[in-house]
């Protein structure tokens, strides 16, 4: 399995609330990638980045922001949680450049109440 | 338009059954296409790639890709209960993957 690890797993959070999500990684991969899945929709892309400090957004970026101070960790916030953010986040990385393979994490689970 | 499109279904099948799973896509630029496999409570897991048009096998699954319909498949033969899950198409554009919404597969034995 590659050496991606999201944290939290499961997250209840109140509207309103800052919340922020971690994908750590431990394979040196360039690439990192937020989507959230939702039920209808499948994986929508939320934010990626292409090297530490360098990010882009993606469909669905509204209401979120992203940092990567470090190769290895991909923060995603919610700066405040509303309903429509309660989903599946699914951290992926790859090295889109040499393949075009993408490895996911396990997903945070998060409930906005 | 998406850029994407999957039947969610969802497709019940016997064990030892052949299934077909399809997506279109609408550019006509991309080059690589790919089947996720995810089950229940997991992340989704690579099963194959293909680039450009033709067919790619790998053990009972085979993946295909027409690029002059913009359509891409999954055939499964003898299909097993352990294939139950959702499968996601996905598109290689640019430096992200576009994803299907998404078939949810089920086989019973």
């Known amino acids: 399995d590659a050496g991606i690890t999201q944290s939290p797993r499961h997250k209840v959070t109140e509207t309103g609330t800052p919340v922020t999500l971690r994908c750590h990684q431990t394979?040196?991969?360039?690439?990192m990638y937020w989507y959230r899945q939702d039920p209808g929709h499948g994986l929508r892309l939320i934010h990626y980045?292409?090297?530490?400090?360098?990010?882009d957004k993606g469909e669905v970026s509204d209401g979120y922001s992203v940092s990567r101070s470090k190769t290895e960790d991909f923060l995603l916030t919610l700066e405040s949680a509303t309903s429509s953010q309660t989903s599946v986040y699914f951290c992926?990385?790859?090295?889109?450049?040499?393949?075009?393979?993408?490895?996911f994490g396990q997903g945070t689970r998060l409930t906005v109440v | 338009q998406k850029e994407v499109e999957q039947d969610p279904g969802p497709l019940s099948v016997p064990e030892g059954a052949i299934v077909s799973l399809n997506c279109t896509y609408s550019n006509s630029a991309f080059q690589y296409f790919m089947w996720y496999r995810q089950y229940s409570r997991k992340g989704p897991e690579l099963l194959m790639y293909t680039y450009s048009s033709g067919n790619k096998e790998d053990g009972r699954f085979t993946a295909q890709v027409d690029k002059s319909s913009k359509y891409i498949s999954l055939f499964i033969r003898d299909s097993q209960p352990s294939d139950s899950a959702t499968y996601l198409c996905?598109?290689?554009?640019?430096?992200?993957?576009?994803f299907g919404k998404g078939t949810t597969l089920s086989v019973s034995s």
């Open positions: 992926a990385i790859s090295e889109v450049q040499k393949t075009p393979e993408a490895f």
């Open positions: 394979e040196n991969h360039r690439y």
């Open positions: 996905a598109i290689q554009a640019g430096t992200a993957l576009i």
């Open positions: 980045s292409y090297g530490v400090k360098d990010t």
